[in-house]
């Protein structure tokens, strides 16, 4: 049987931490950015933690657990 393949959409989107937890980027970051609020935009730096039910669907496809 094949190795598992790591989903390379899904490298790209999602990291893992040390820690066992999966970031990612926020949206609405990349255009029509005129509108938002500087404090807005700022805050789309950050990465935030994915939710509980989408975990063990994004660490299987990056080959975590």
Known sequence: MPKMNTHRGAATRFRGTQTGKILRGKAFKSHILTKKSQKR?????HETAIKAADVRVISRNLGLR
């Open 41 to 45: 935009k700022r805050n789309f730096r």
